[in-house]
């Protein structure tokens, strides 16, 4: 890669490093970088921060973008209505099927171990809020922006230009929900951080252990979902 080049991949944003090919975050998620809620940082100042080495993450990016593309991976070149339902199918179900319990294990770890773990009684409570705030995000999503945004763009397809309605709540709902998706993010780095990257004490039961395997994977699938909202599917909907 030339110099040129280097200097062009550097000022772009995490987030569109990932949106145009999701073999990067694989390299992000190794360096602790955050491509969702945090995906707007460039890639140079992100290195900076981090004190990595441009080049050697511009290496590591070049060989991931190197290795096959599995078809169903291709986010970027989903039509809308495709990605949004695989959006509500694969993580709007998943949440839905995981809070309450990830919550109530959360409570549990609190009593039995808060004595001598303090740190679990406050990831109850921010996990507590991240749960009925995801779900008011859930069904705001689902009831309101998406049918909106599945109306536009089939008025685009069809030639026609979307209802003036349904640009002005698009318009909207991007500003809102992106806001919520900063909120979320910012709870879940909390949770990490008081758990010290979700390390297992000596001293604890198999429940303390589920438990932070749970929020382990509770924060990977938000990674990807944040990712596919907020860098792909919200970039396309404020082009309708």
């Given at each position: 890669?030339?110099?040129?080049?280097?200097?062009?991949?550097?000022?772009?944003?995490?987030?569109?490093?990932?949106a145009?090919?999701?073999?990067?975050?694989?390299?992000?998620?190794?360096?602790?970088?955050?491509?969702?809620?945090?995906?707007?940082?460039?890639?140079?100042?992100?290195?900076?921060e981090?004190?990595?080495?441009?080049?050697?993450?511009?290496?590591?990016i070049?060989?991931?973008?190197?290795?096959?593309l599995?078809?169903?991976?291709?986010?970027?070149?989903?039509?809308?209505?495709?990605?949004?339902?695989?959006i509500?199918?694969?993580?709007?179900?998943?949440?839905?099927?995981?809070?309450?319990?990830?919550?109530?294990?959360?409570?549990?770890?609190?009593?039995?171990?808060?004595?001598?773990?303090?740190?679990?009684?406050?990831?109850?409570?921010?996990?507590?809020k991240?749960?009925?705030?995801?779900?008011a995000?859930?069904?705001?999503?689902?009831?309101?922006?998406?049918?909106?945004?599945?109306?536009?763009?089939?008025?685009?397809?069809?030639?026609?230009?979307?209802?003036?309605?349904?640009?002005?709540?698009?318009?909207?709902?991007?500003?809102?929900?992106?806001?919520?998706?900063?909120?979320?993010?910012?709870?879940?780095?909390?949770?990490?951080?008081?758990?010290?990257?979700?390390?297992?004490?000596?001293?604890?039961?198999?429940?303390?252990?589920?438990?932070?395997?749970?929020?382990?994977?509770?924060?990977?699938?938000?990674?990807?979902?944040?990712?596919?909202?907020?860098?792909?599917?919200?970039?396309?909907?404020?082009?309708?």
């Amino acid at each position: 890669m030339t110099e040129a080049n280097k200097t062009i991949e550097a000022s772009k944003t995490i987030g569109a490093f990932v949106a145009e090919d999701y073999r990067t975050a694989e390299i992000f998620e190794k360096y602790g970088i955050d491509f969702c809620c945090g995906g707007q940082a460039t890639l140079a100042s992100t290195c900076q921060e981090k004190a990595l080495d441009p080049d050697k993450v511009l290496q590591e990016i070049e060989a991931a973008r190197k290795e096959p593309l599995q078809r169903n991976e291709n986010y970027t070149a989903w039509p809308l209505p495709f990605l949004i339902d695989y959006i509500v199918n694969t993580h709007h179900v998943y949440l839905k099927e995981n809070d309450e319990q990830i919550a109530a294990y959360a409570h549990k770890i609190a009593e039995v171990h808060g004595a001598h773990h303090p740190e679990v009684i406050k990831i109850a409570e921010i996990f507590e809020k991240i749960a009925a705030d995801m779900a008011a995000h859930l069904v705001e999503e689902e009831e309101v922006f998406f049918p909106a945004i599945k109306r536009a763009e089939a008025a685009v397809r069809s030639g026609s230009n979307p209802d003036t309605k349904d640009s002005i709540l698009i318009k909207s709902e991007l500003a809102k929900l992106h806001r919520e998706h900063e909120q979320i993010g910012d709870a879940i780095h909390r949770i990490r951080h008081l758990a010290r990257d979700y390390a297992i004490p000596a001293d604890v039961c198999n429940t303390f252990v589920v438990t932070y395997r749970k929020l382990k994977e509770f924060e990977d699938d938000l990674h990807k979902h944040v990712h596919l909202e907020n860098n792909i599917l919200f970039s396309k909907a404020e082009q309708l």
